[in-house]
T-cell receptor
Framework: AQSVAQPEDQVNVAEGNPLTVKCTYSVSGNPYLFWYVQYPNRGLQFLLKYITGDNLVKGSYGFEAEFNKSQTSFHLKKPSALVSDSALYFCAVRDMRQAGTALIFGKGTTLSVSS | DTGVSQDPRHKITKRGQNVTFRCDPISEHNRLYWYRQTLGQGPEFLTYFQNEAQLEKSRLLSDRFSAERPKGSFSTLEIQRTEQGDSAMYLC?????????????FGEGSRLTVL
């Protein structure tokens, strides 16, 4: 069975500092991995995905994520946080071998960036 | 706006009543997904369609829940004999079916409150 863990309910960082939001996953086969962001009263917005290739993927709003197969992790990062990055972040996974299956989401991590 | 649209955005009902939500996906997408999100949790998969065929249903989808996509375009999610535990945000998402690498595009959700 597929699963995703986001070990931190909340991450606090000062504006201008680097941020990391952690995600680990479990799938039977190779994973497709995704990050989404949710602002208050808004739908989930796609940030980035890892399918294959380079372990460092770049996405929207200056975010990037690093795929680490040995640690089964896909941490979200940004070199310099903005107050406007404050939101709820979800990691999601799909098993590459299971065609058509839905994304399985983690519980989410609230990112709070202080000025 | 050509994104995923959901209606109604908010629904308050009394326990035991039936409710129906509608989702209009992005027109080029032939996969449509329903998720449920409760406070403090990530989206939980309920069911998905490819065109008009319902291909997968979660164990969360009790027999009080039914989803349809009769012409492969819009979809409806009906909840019969609502219970207070059904209170949640119901999210619809759509994607292309080609390959398995595509991200989901989410609507803003339909919030259900069961009194």
């Amino acid at each position: 069975a597929q699963s995703v863990a986001q070990p931190e309910d909340q991450v606090n960082v000062a504006e201008g500092n680097p941020l990391t939001v952690k995600c680990t996953y479990s799938v039977s086969g190779n994973p497709y991995l995704f990050w989404y962001v949710q602002y208050p009263n808004r739908g989930l917005q796609f940030l980035l995905k890892y399918i294959t290739g380079d372990n460092l993927v770049k996405g929207s709003y200056g975010f990037e994520a690093e795929f680490n197969k040995s640690q089964t992790s896909f941490h979200l990062k940004k070199p310099s946080a903005l107050v406007s990055d404050s939101a709820l972040y979800f990691c999601a996974v799909r098993d590459m071998r299971q065609a058509g299956t839905a994304l399985i989401f983690g519980k989410g991590t609230t990112l709070s960036v202080s000025s | 706006d050509t994104g995923v649209s959901q209606d109604p955005r908010h629904k308050i009902t009394k326990r035991g009543q039936n409710v129906t939500f509608r989702c209009d996906p992005i027109s080029e997408h032939n996969r449509l997904y329903w998720y449920r999100q409760t406070l403090g949790q990530g989206p939980e998969f309920l069911t998905y369609f490819q065109n008009e065929a319902q291909l997968e249903k979660s164990r969360l989808l009790s027999d009080r829940f039914s989803a349809e996509r009769p012409k492969g375009s819009f979809s409806t999610l009906e909840i019969q004999r609502t219970e207070q535990g059904d209170s949640a945000m119901y999210l619809c998402a759509s994607s292309w079916a080609l390959g398995n690498t595509g991200e989901l595009f989410f609507g803003e959700g339909s919030r259900l409150t069961v009194l």
